[in-house]
Antibody, heavy 121, light 112 residues
Framework: EVQLVESGGGLVQPGGSLRLSCAASGFTFSSYEMNWVRQAPGKGLEWVSYISSSGSTIYYADSVKGRFTISRDNAKNSLYLQMNSLRAEDTAVYYC??????????????WGQGTMVTVSS | QSALTQPASVSGSPGQSITISCTGTSSDVGSYNLVSWYQQHPGKAPKLMIYEVSKRPSGVSNRFSGSKSGNTASLTISGLQAEDEADYYCCSYAGSSTFLWVFGGGTKLTVL
């Protein structure tokens, strides 16, 4: 079964750090571009970051640039998001999402269940 | 650089058809045939329903269809069923390194 499972969310104080992980299974992880997408409570979806299949190309939304770092370990079938200098407005459910371009559908075709990050004192 | 525009809510009765619009700009929806639509039930992860404007993933009902004209994309659901009640989000590739993909604000579909 094709699956993405996030972990690492939790409660953190403003200015703190958190590292999210996303474990992939059921597909050749190293062939796919990956993204992080977040959803603040009661709000819509927001693209956060992108990483190419090899990890050589990385992009960030302006709202997180300079504070978040995306990475991947293809040997471990895992995607990561290191979040530093967290702010209250970073409070959201964070989803890892596969870009299905390698499978012929250029969209977010597989999503994890999400992990909640709460930034509060 | 701003979110795509969707109506906040739409409604329809079982068996009817509804259409949700998604308006962007010439820099996103109007420039790329990379518009997708996602269904999200409460407390669940989004699910891909339409990709590349009008293509359906395997397993998605043919009651769901997509189209695009200029800077506006549309999702049509025909033969409404109770289980279609959910939030729907459009998304478009935008091509900027700091604005790679842009989502719409979401539309709450109520099946009356």
């Amino acid at each position: 079964e094709v699956q993405l499972v996030e972990s690492g969310g939790g409660l953190v104080q403003p200015g703190g750090s958190l590292r999210l992980s996303c474990a992939a299974s059921g597909f050749t992880f190293s062939s796919y571009e990956m993204n992080w997408v977040r959803q603040a409570p009661g709000k819509g979806l927001e693209w956060v970051s992108y990483i190419s299949s090899s990890g050589s190309t990385i992009y960030y939304a302006d709202s997180v640039k300079g504070r978040f770092t995306i990475s991947r370990d293809n040997a471990k079938n895992s995607l990561y998001l290191q979040m530093n200098s967290l702010r209250a407005e970073d409070t959201a459910v964070y989803y890892c999402a596969r870009d299905g371009a390698a499978a012929g559908d250029d969209a977010f075709d597989i999503w994890g269940q999400g992990t909640m990050v709460t930034v509060s004192s | 650089q701003s979110a795509l525009t969707q109506p906040a809510s739409v409604s329809g009765s079982p068996g009817q058809s509804i259409t949700i619009s998604c308006t962007g700009t010439s820099s996103d929806v109007g420039s790329y045939n990379l518009v997708s639509w996602y269904q999200q039930h409460p407390g669940k992860a989004p699910k891909l329903m339409i990709y590349e404007v009008s293509k359906r993933p395997s397993g998605v009902s043919n009651r769901f269809s997509g189209s695009k004209s200029g800077n506006t994309a549309s999702l049509t659901i025909s033969g409404l069923q109770a289980e279609d009640e959910a939030d729907y989000y459009c998304c478009s590739y935008a091509g900027s390194s700091t604005f790679l993909w842009v989502f719409g604000g979401g539309t709450k579909l109520t099946v009356l």
